[in-house]
């Protein structure tokens, strides 16, 4: 494995990166954002948490998302081209397959494989916010991967502090 | 892939969620859990953790937990049935077989899988505080996963924000 | 799966990891570093880290790292031996093939794997600080996936809180 060819030069912040900033007023904004799932599916919500970050009202600090499940998880993933979602799922059921011997099958074939796939993604997701907005590249989104057939009502958690 | 059939509502926070705040009174509260294992196994750390946050005496915040090795990892998991655990170490078992060839073997069959399985799992999770409590889901727990055999003494910072 | 044979200790904490503090001169510090890549690997980042932190000025807080990409990823590993690098390339290489079939292609056969690589290890990596340096184990490095064989310039946005 090779190391960086040369040390990365810490860059001057662009415009959007500010500078050291100290200060008195601290917020910890939270709130709890319900979703409907309709099936095994990739759900964007992206918009949602950019609304709930824009009523925090916090100019610099951090987007903690925590979704209240352990058969649905959290990532961050290309935003443009849907055949990347589809990749994803197809890729995903065949790794933990949903025909293989599970002793933990109570609420059908998809029970375990839904607990296996959160475990080898996010519980948990983070976005720095900067100048009121978060720091997502352009090809970002955040997504709520729903691993379970039947309809849920989905709990996540949106934390802004800053 | 689907995206959301309509916009997942802004519902109004539950009890439990609170809405903004700010405050000047700032904590950042950190402490040190050894936790001794033996064996490959999960080892479901949720009391703990509870403990620490109510130390820390903050209402509104942010935990986070970091596990100070590679081989050995976090994951936030189904709490009820132990079957679950089995089934998620029976996976994790195929998925990076200890029979297969590495590089990096010094320490025996178990060394390299354990660094990979740490890769693909957790060294960090974080779950917002809400009320003084953690924001749980009911059937979430927080456990380490060991991936090495032998004992080992696995170091995890907690630390508490709010 | 076993628990815990006896609750963990809570041992008072070490010398470099503090007890309780309050504060109110509160700092968010943000910083932009772009990290040149050359081909599929494992950056070691973390002398450019500890760096910001030290900037930041920052005795007892949290240091996030956010990658503003969905086919690069971040993860803490092993900073000794490279051959542990090499094989978690190895094993990656064989999890997620580059000659199976994706739909999603346009960029060739390292496009939609490096997206899969990314979902399965981690966009943001999260590592207090104690006593003004991170509290990273002896052997765990900070380290940017890059799972795309052509030249990128990546941008990793670094938050300090405390």
């Known amino acids: 494995m090779q190391r960086l060819k040369s040390n990365p030069p810490c860059i001057p912040p662009r415009g959007e990166i500010q ?32 609304t709930i970050v824009a009523e925090s009202g916090v100019r610099t600090g951090l987007c903690t998302l925590f979704l209240r499940h352990t058969s649905a998880s959290l990532i961050i993933q290309e935003n443009a081209d849907p055949d990347v979602l589809l990749d994803l799922a197809e890729f995903m059921a065949k790794l933990v397959p949903e025909s293989a011997h599970y002793i933990h099958n109570a609420e059908g074939p998809d029970d375990m494989p839904a607990h296996i796939r959160t475990a080898i993604t ?41």
Chains 1, 2, 3 share one sequence.
């Open 19 to 50: 500078n050291p900033k100290s200060k008195i007023d601290v917020t910890h904004y939270q709130k709890l954002l319900r979703i409907s799932t309709t099936g095994k599916s990739l759900y964007n919500i992206t918009p949602e948490i950019a």
């Open 122 to 162: 996010h519980t948990s997701e983070h976005i720095p916010i900067n100048n009121g907005h978060l720091v997502l590249g352009t090809w970002q989104g955040i997504y709520i991967w729903e691993h379970r057939q039947r309809n849920h009502s989905r709990e996540l958690v949106v934390h802004v502090s800053g």
